[in-house]
């Protein structure tokens, strides 16, 4: 029998090439091998958007688009729409009692976050709302709804994943051998760099390359990359291990032409507006396939529509199945 994967996104924006290096193609490489359940975690994305229901709600098809245009194949993958299981919202609460407020205040994932909602949650998180720092007992409740056995995340989200072991230990150690312990699969490149050299590449960073983005938009972004510092005159020679738009020609280009780039920059035999105009070009046709089959998806609502619906309605069996498991457990199965 397949191993169970169970992962979930935010549907708080569209998909960008940090998203796809760091997890979206660690799903397509993993979709063959296991039963696979992606979640649309909007219940969670609305902890920190909770006064933005429309955004929301825009995003989880915008999201699942973006997913099919990378090659997620609905027959292999079960979508579904975290606030159309109700047993996650129940197992929430079962879990609550079995997690301290301070552990879940030390949790390195959710301190990161509470100090970067200052506007939302005060200079030192003193208006931080029940809801949002009790968002790592949701996503256990996620996890351990479907059994998923495999969690394939990024870095960032390995204290959330510890967090969720800890409260399966619990639950086991005081109602019996129910939940199963998650193991994380890390994606082989963790966080892509943003074309402004920044370590991450996000949306609120402004530095982000989104998978629709189209031509005028992708070449303004990569004139703008940072390139070597050093390298005043376009042949001069440079250094490309400090050069963004090599990075990136790291990242979308083929092994013959990264290996032209980089010779030639070192020997100074390629200005940067050239090198630019070719990594546009590079992005575009890495980019290409990705566009058309979302370009299907658009034209055809009712097809994205009816993703959601069969996942959905595939997950909430086995949640189902769980929640009886659970309640029996618990003594609550009047
Ligand atoms: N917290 C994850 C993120 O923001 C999204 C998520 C929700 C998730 N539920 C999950 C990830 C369950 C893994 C497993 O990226």
Request: proline share 4%.
């Amino acid at each position: 029998m397949k191993k169970t994967i169970l992962t979930g996104l935010r549907p708080t924006g569209n998909l960008h090439l940090g998203h796809y290096f760091g997890a979206g193609q660690n799903y397509v490489r993993l979709q063959d091998d296991y039963d696979f359940f992606l979640e649309i975690a909007d219940v969670q994305a609305l902890t920190d958007n909770f006064d933005n229901p429309d955004k929301v709600r825009k995003n989880v098809f915008e999201i699942t688009k973006d997913l099919l245009a990378i090659g997620l194949d609905p027959k292999k993958v079960n979508f579904f729409i975290q606030s159309q299981i109700p047993e996650i919202a129940e197992l929430t609460v079962f879990y609550s009692n079995l997690v301290t407020v301070a552990r879940l205040q030390r949790n390195p994932t959710v301190k990161t976050e509470i100090s970067q909602k200052k506007e939302l949650f005060g200079n030192s998180g003193e208006s931080i709302t029940y809801g949002f720092l009790g968002y790592p007992v949701s996503q256990a409740a996620d996890i351990t709804a479907f059994d998923g056995e495999v969690v394939p995340v990024g870095d960032d989200q390995l204290p959330l994943l510890e967090q969720c072991r800890e409260i399966v230990r619990k639950f086991n150690s005081i109602y019996g051998d129910v939940l199963k312990e998650p193991q994380q699969v890390l994606s082989k490149t963790t966080r892509v760099k943003g074309l402004d050299g920044n370590e991450k590449m996000g949306k609120s960073l402004g530095n982000a390359i989104y998978l629709v983005d189209d031509e005028d938009t992708i070449r303004t972004k990569v004139m703008g990359a940072v390139t070597d510092p050093n390298k005043i005159k376009k042949d001069d020679p440079a250094n490309p291990d400090v050069c963004m738009v090599y990075y990136y020609h790291k990242l979308v280009n083929n092994d013959e032409n990264i290996n032209t780039v980089c010779n030639e920059c070192k020997a100074g035999t390629r200005g940067c507006v050239q090198c630019k105009k070719e990594l546009i070009e590079a992005m575009k046709e890495f980019l290409k396939p990705i566009q058309e089959r979302r370009k299907f998806y658009e034209e055809n609502p009712n097809e994205v529509k009816k993703v959601l619906e069969d996942g959905t309605k595939a997950a909430r069996e086995r949640a189902i199945n769980k929640m009886a498991e659970v309640k029996k457990a618990m003594k609550i199965d009047y």
